[in-house]
């Protein structure tokens, strides 16, 4: 069954490439380079591939597997759980404003 969000205006679902989640995953992966303090160009060193690479997955015009995300991640200095903690924060739905409740 498909969430409300993951739904388009047809009533399809929405690839997974166009939703505000994505962007926000895509962020985790950028934020744990820059807290690294590395660019790009350095990351694509660490991990075997172009800068190009490192630009197309940051901007989701590339995909990346379990196992690039797993080098991506270390190269940084970070570890899984650690990426999977900063995914569920990044991920999780909205918190209501304190002292107003949620509507029936």
Request: net charge positive; hydrophobic share 40%.
């Amino acid at each position: 069954m498909f969430a409300h969000s993951d739904l388009g205006g047809n009533g399809m679902a929405t690839k997974s490439l166009y939703k505000r989640e994505y962007q926000d995953a895509l962020e985790v992966l950028r934020g744990l380079r820059e807290r690294k303090k590395l660019t790009q160009t350095q990351l694509a060193e660490l991990i075997g591939r172009q800068q190009t690479f490192v630009s197309a997955v940051e901007r989701g015009s590339v995909r990346i597997d379990s196992l690039q995300i797993h080098d991506w991640v270390y190269a940084c200095g970070a570890t899984l759980e650690e990426w999977g903690r900063l995914m569920d924060e990044a991920l999780a739905p909205p918190k209501a404003a304190k002292g107003r409740r949620k509507a029936p």
